[in-house]
């Protein structure tokens, strides 16, 4: 099974603030950048009635 995340600039930006910053573990940056096959972006536009 091929599993699929979508993850919003939140997640990215929590993790660097929070646990995983740059300089404290840049292991899971450089593993999220090594992810195979590479990682494509989405743009979702999201349309409210009002």
Same mark, same amino acid.
């Given at each position: 099974?091929? *599993?699929? &995340?979508? *993850? $919003?600039?939140?997640?990215? %930006? =929590?993790?660097?603030?929070? &646990?995983?910053? @740059? $300089? %404290?573990? #840049?292991? @899971?940056w =450089?593993?999220? $950048?090594?992810?195979? #096959? #590479?990682?494509?972006? *989405?743009?979702?536009? *999201? @349309? @409210?009635?009002?």
């Open positions: 099974m091929n *599993l699929r &995340y979508l *993850l $919003d600039a939140n997640v990215f %930006i =929590e993790a660097k603030n929070r &646990y995983y910053g @740059f $300089d %404290i573990v #840049p292991s @899971f =450089e593993w999220l $950048d090594s992810r195979q #096959p #590479p990682m494509t972006s *989405l743009h979702l536009a *999201l @349309f @409210f009635n009002a």
